[in-house]
């Protein structure tokens, strides 16, 4: 096969590697890797397949991240050829996986493969930070490797992620931050009694009711530059017996902040309480954090990036914040700098997922002008 990019991802596209089974695709990775002068680490935890895989020890340090775990294919026979057999058909690449994100893994390799032997002396260093665990849970995947670089003192100039962030043509958005994630359930209290003497009791749905509609009404805050403004969202409301003729004793309401860097999860904490205690609510609440925001503004990544997509592809790309969370909330926690590239996302996580084969010696090579751009001789 005449591009190197494509062999490479219909090679781990073959391997069913649903989460949190890497099903061997990073020993794949990891003998191509090899021969480059990498040194391979793996940071195995609870069945995930983690691996460290670095060249070099000087700074800066460029770091490529991903992920070999796919999602479950669904109903087979809804395929048109088998999820875990890609295939070719008119220009397009078929299989669980094309687009997210096997394709961009096997483009990671393809310009490393492509930088090192045209400057086999470069500046600085180069890492792949790999896990068969984002799909999932992600508690033993990209979390565990930063967990041990932490204890070890460790941290990167530059990361990026191949999740798929193109919208219509490759290169046309890519993601310089997420916001974050924080979720509560709240459980407000009242007094049971039958429904027919309301007098007897108190219905905790009803004392509610005022408080969830200005909660719904309140500007957490504006935004920036980057993110779209904090936004607040009922889940789920679950009270009551079943039956009709009985006021609940309580109520459970589920709901979520999706929230940008300019809120804290304690300013919005506050905020909610704030609104809660107002309308004299009995009540409990229980938070989980999700995924605190990040960001990557202008500076030499983004600008290498900008300038790549517009020497290969001849377009000006977006930088976006949309979307849910990825494992950059995990990076960033180390890394500076750290963007999200990848292919079109039109099919991710659909039947009969796919990329545009032309995409991929494209994407291979935006990868590499990235790495002349911050590493150059």
């Known amino acids: 096969m005449s591009d190197p990019t494509l062999a ?7 391997r069913p590697s649903v989460t949190p089974d890497d099903s061997g695709c990073m ?11 990498f040194s391979i680490e793996f940071i195995n935890r609870n069945g995930v397949t983690n691996l460290w895989a670095r060249r070099g020890t000087a700074k800066p340090l460029f770091v490529f991240a991903g992920h070999t775990d796919v999602v479950p294919t669904g ?3 809804k395929w048109t050829s088998p999820p875990f057999a890609p295939e070719i058909r008119d220009g397009v690449l078929y299989g669980r996986g094309t687009a997210d994100m096997k394709s961009s893994l096997a483009a990671s390799v393809t310009a490393v493969e492509a930088f ?6 470069h500046p600085g260093s180069l890492a792949f930070l790999l896990t068969s665990d984002e799909e999932g849970d992600a508690n033993d995947g990209t979390i565990a490797v930063v967990e041990a670089l932490k204890a070890r003192g460790e941290t990167l100039d530059f990361c990026i992620i191949g999740e798929p962030t193109s919208v219509n043509t490759l290169g046309d958005m890519i ?8 979720s509560g359930t709240l459980t407000v209290l009242g007094i049971q009694c039958h429904i027919a003497y309301p007098e007897k009791g108190r219905n905790p749905i009803h004392e509610v009711a005022p408080a969830l509609a200005e909660l719904a009404a309140t500007q957490w805050d504006k935004g920036n530059e980057y993110f779209p403004p904090t936004t607040w969202q009922v889940s789920n409301i679950n009270g009551g017996t079943g039956a009709t003729n009985v006021v609940p004793g309580s109520v459970e309401i589920k709901f979520n902040f999706r929230f940008s860097t300019a809120s804290t999860p304690e300013s ?16 409990e609440i229980k938070w989980t954090l999700g995924a605190s925001p990040f960001l990557t503004g202008r500076g030499p990544l983004a600008d290498a990036a900008s300038t790549a997509i517009s020497q290969i592809c001849g377009i000006t790309t977006e930088l976006s914040t949309t979307g849910g969370t990825s494992d950059g909330r995990f990076i960033a926690q180390i890394c500076a700098q750290l963007l999200e590239i990848g292919p079109v996302n039109a099919t991710s996580h659909k039947i009969d997922e796919c990329v545009d084969i032309a995409a991929l010696p494209k994407l291979s090579a935006i990868y590499q002008r990235i790495l002349e751009q911050l590493l150059p001789a």
């Open 8 to 14: 490479l991802a219909m090679q781990i596209i073959a």
């Open 27 to 37: 020993e794949i990775i990891t003998e191509r890797l090899k021969p480059l002068g």
């Open 75 to 77: 109903p087979l026979e």
């Open 116 to 121: 090192i032997a045209a400057k086999p002396n």
């Open 175 to 182: 993601k310089n931050g997420r916001r974050g994630s924080l």
């Open 268 to 283: 919005l904490q506050q905020r909610l309480i704030g609104i809660l205690d107002q309308h004299g609510l009995d009540y």
